[in-house]
């Protein structure tokens, strides 16, 4: 965001930064202990819904087939580079068994899977009814995109405005994702460092979401210079300085997110990122299925590594405040209402316009990710 010049600008920032720090938040669910790490999650393994060319596996394939390991202070999961695949590169997709209204949640990641044409990781939050009880997409990119994008994904009548103080750029302002477009609301970081290989090479960083009844915030700092308390006992956003989106405007945030789980997983091309498949991407093969299934190798470094996650809940809140514990049985792989299928556009079109130089989602293309249940 421009630096604000004139005294009312300074007094809204203020105003805006005071919101951001009402809460007093204690730790909820502390997912940082490598041995206990995957007993608080579910794995996936259903076809994806968004058409990725991958197959979810379930832990006992994921653990003897290398695809996640620990060790005493990190997790790791990653995706088969070793095998020529047909059908579908092996990958794991996990779900948290706690289910949350309201939080504050810290990720500090040493390594994630962006950065690598074909691949779509994200981590992210949704509901069980999806649009209508929301999505909250923390960190998510395909292809070789070098920014992160921050999205919400709702049902119809909740829109964003540019009046908050962040410091990203608002590429998509409608979060409505019920109708023909799942665009959602989106924030991008310009920040490199927040996404893919620079990430990588920077050794990651910390994520912080702040989800209240009044907006949604998120910050990102690179390793060594985030606030000292942002992972501690009580951590306190007020200190923490504009966050890189702030999704505040028309929408009533406590009727459209609701009964949220953490999801991290990454799959390959499907809806977004295989009819993304244009530039130095699309010169590596004909197609993004080809290039994930021909070439094993290319995804070696497309892996999740976890230093810590934990989540927060305000403890001066009201009920609509706190953690909801539900641990889920089964497999996970439970069933909401479907969305309408998709008519994709072709390369040439772009309803989401030029932003920044750099061709964004075009109409369609990007098919929600709540819908991975």
């Known amino acids: 965001m421009p630096f604000f010049k004139t005294a009312s600008k300074t007094v809204l920032l203020g105003l805006g930064l005071a919101k951001l720090g009402l809460a007093q938040y204690s730790i909820a669910d502390d997912y940082s202990d490598p041995s206990t790490f995957f007993s608080q999650f579910t794995f996936f393994t259903d076809s994806d819904p968004t058409h990725g060319f991958v ?23 990653g995706v088969d580079h070793t095998n020529v695949q047909t059908s579908g590169r092996p990958s794991v997709r996990i779900t948290s068994n706690t289910v949350y209204n309201h939080a504050l949640v810290v990720l500090d990641a040493a390594h994630m899977p962006g950065g690598i044409c074909g691949t779509w990781p994200a ?11 929301g999505e909250i ?10 920014e992160n994008d921050m999205t919400l994904h709702t049902g119809a009548g909740c829109s964003i405005t540019n009046d908050g103080d962040f410091t990203g750029s608002i590429i998509f302002s409608d979060c409505d994702s019920s109708g023909s477009s799942n665009d959602g609301c989106q924030i991008q970081d310009s920040r ?25 915030n998120v910050w990102f700092w690179t390793r060594g210079s985030a606030p000292s308390d942002v992972s501690g006992s009580s951590p306190d956003p007020s200190g923490w300085g504009e966050p ?3 999704f505040q405007g028309d929408c009533t945030i406590d009727s459209s997110f609701k009964d949220l789980q953490i999801v991290f997983d990454t799959t390959f091309c499907g809806d ?4 993304s498949w244009t530039g130095s991407c699309a010169s590596l093969a004909d197609t993004c299925t080809d290039y994930v299934g021909q070439n094993p190798s290319a995804f070696a470094d497309a892996y999740w590594t976890i230093n ?5 809940t305000d403890s001066s809140a009201d009920e609509n405040g706190k953690v909801i514990s539900r641990v889920k049985s089964g497999s996970g792989n439970q069933t909401v209402t479907d969305a309408p ?33």
């Open 55 to 77: 197959t979810y596996v379930d832990q006992s394939t994921a653990q003897s087939d290398g695809l996640i390991s620990t060790t005493s202070d990190t997790v790791t999961m």
């Open 123 to 133: 981590f992210w939050m949704v509901g069980p009814n999806w649009p209508n009880d």
């Open 137 to 146: 997409d923390i960190v998510e990119g395909v292809n070789d995109q070098t």
């Open 192 to 216: 490199t460092s927040s996404y893919g290989s620079a990430f990588n090479s920077a050794n990651g960083g910390v994520y912080a979401m702040e989800w209240t009844s009044s907006d949604i």
């Open 244 to 246: 890189v989106a702030q």
């Open 272 to 275: 977004w990122a295989g009819n």
């Open 308 to 312: 810590s996650l934990k989540v927060y």
């Open 341 to 373: 299928s998709l008519n994709l556009p072709n390369h040439g079109t772009s309803a989401g316009g030029i932003v920044g130089g750099k061709k964004r989602h075009l109409a369609g293309q990007r098919r929600r990710r709540g819908a991975h249940w």
